[in-house]
């Protein structure tokens, strides 16, 4: 009897017949198979492949992008469209060749009512210029979005949606595209600095420049339809402005109504009918929706749906302004959107009468700065020098007190041409015509900056009316 424990001779290996297996019966491979080097060779690298062409389709995509589909779209120009650069360059020369002529002649030429028909007319061609430059915006952005869900590298995992874009094409996309949104932010630049205001009028020339286009789209999507032809492609937000919505502010507020005050791009200005004013960043039900009240009695009286509203106050307006624990007093408005250090802007520059010095007002509210009444603002506003009194002028360091005479009091003068952008009008106390030659400007009327001549007497010549441009405290400018 053989011993259980020792092994027996080794089964005879299998190999495939022609007959069929029972359910359940495997048959056994030749043992052959697995043993031969080539066969693991061949299965080890067959992995291998796999593994790396898995890699490189997960992290570098643009390797499988199919390339005769993005030679065909770099052969297109790209976005398309191009800002307006006629109506650019037309806005920008005539703001360097009229507003901001460098010589006296042209300052003399445009006073107070040619240089106001100057300002007017800038209005109008930057005006132009916005409603031009946000059709070519709205085309370039609108193309832009589609390269960019086309784009392979924009999705999860490096895929877009298309993965017909590769990099290198969406590259030159982003340096076509990158000088369109600046150009939205100089006409706001430039639209505050024409007309100042709280806000200015960048608040509301795009929205200007939207109205204009969409009414051209109306006109042209009417005869279209007339003929019987598709209108023109426009693409609008769900609300115009003026649409009554309601506005999600929340689980605790829940939906509060609402007027659509800017609608021109996302995000939406809300004037809501509690007070104040929302953005709404999306344009879905979630977020902002009409209002579903059929009983709405639309917006309320007392809310102010205008975007830009100009300055209460014109240069020269004598007003008082609150100095807190000092009171009111009697000034005069010097200056319109004062910027400060901090890089925030100031309702109003305004001489005050009784101190020498200018303050600043942070709004143009009733409780910062008002109009005086009749009997605040009896008179003119008393100076301690009249045209024709000797005077000593704060010249600096260098050149110390220089004697003169006055020559006109509270004048008033455009900005001198080399001005930063957005300079306003201003007023000063004195100009004086210096005993040396030439004229100079007081800022204000304090003997750190001019005092009265001790080797002279007054005059007793009425008082006259020009123009100024006052500089730093305590020292005078000379005049060109």
């Known amino acids: 009897m053989d011993d259980p424990l020792s092994p027996g001779p080794a089964p005879p290996p299998l190999v495939p017949d022609d007959g069929d297996l029972g359910d359940g019966e495997w048959r056994p491979l030749p043992h052959q198979f697995y043993a031969s080097p080539v066969a693991s060779a061949i299965l080890v690298l067959a992995t291998t492949g796999v593994m790396i062409a898995a890699a490189l389709y997960l992290f570098k995509p643009a390797l499988f992008a199919a390339k005769e589909h993005d030679e065909e779209f770099l052969g297109d120009t790209g976005l398309g469209v191009e800002l307006p650069y006629e109506e650019i360059d037309a806005y920008d020369e005539y703001i360097e060749k009229v507003l901001k002529a460098p010589t006296d002649e042209k300052d003399r030429e445009y006073g107070e009512a040619p240089r106001k028909k100057a300002f007017e007319k800038a209005c109008r061609l930057l005006s132009v210029r ?53 150009e939205m932010k100089e006409i706001i630049d430039q639209a505050n600095w024409l007309k100042p205001g709280r806000p200015g009028w960048g608040a509301a020339i795009l929205q200007e420049a939207y109205d204009a286009l969409l009414e051209d789209w109306e006109a042209e999507a009417a005869k279209a339809r007339a003929a019987g032809d598709e209108p023109p492609p426009f693409k609008k937000l769900r609300f115009g402005k003026g649409a009554r919505v309601e506005c999600n502010m929340g689980e605790q507020r829940g939906y509060v109504k609402g007027t659509v005050q800017v609608c021109f791009e996302l995000p939406y200005l809300v004037m809501l009918d509690t007070g104040g004013s929302v953005t709404a960043p999306g344009d879905h039900e979630e977020l902002i929706r009409a209002v579903s009240d059929p009983d709405d009695k639309g917006t309320p009286e007392g809310i102010d749906m205008s975007v830009y509203k100009q300055f209460r106050f014109p240069i020269g307006t004598v007003v008082m302004a609150n100095m807190g624990k000092n009171g009111w007093k009697r000034g005069s408005v010097t200056k319109h959107a004062v910027k400060g250090e901090d890089g925030g802007v100031r309702a109003y520059g305004i001489y005050i009468h009784a101190m020498g010095g200018e303050v600043y007002a942070p709004h143009d509210t009733d409780q910062v700065v008002r109009k005086a009444t009749a009997a605040e603002a009896t008179g003119p506003p008393p100076l301690r020098f009249k045209k024709g009194d000797r005077v000593l002028c704060n010249m600096g360091k260098e050149r110390g007190l220089a004697p003169g005479k006055i ?51 007054a005059s007793t010549e009425p008082n006259g009316e020009g123009d100024a441009t006052p500089t730093a405290d305590g020292e005078l400018e000379e005049a060109d």
């Open 407 to 457: 020559e006109k009091v509270w004048v008033k003068r455009n900005p001198p041409p080399n001005a930063p952008p957005g300079s306003q009008p201003v007023m000063a106390p004195y100009q004086i015509q210096l005993d040396e030659g030439g004229f100079v400007f007081a800022p204000h009327d304090n003997d750190s900056t001019i005092r009265a001549d001790p080797n002279a007497t």
């Open 130 to 182: 916005a409603k031009a430059s946000l059709r070519s915006i709205r085309a370039a952005h609108a193309e832009y979005a589609k390269h960019t869900m086309m784009y392979r590298g924009s999705g999860r995992r490096g895929r877009g949606g298309g993965g017909i874009i590769t990099e290198e094409h969406m590259a030159a996309l982003k340096e076509e595209w990158a000088p369109f949104q600046p």
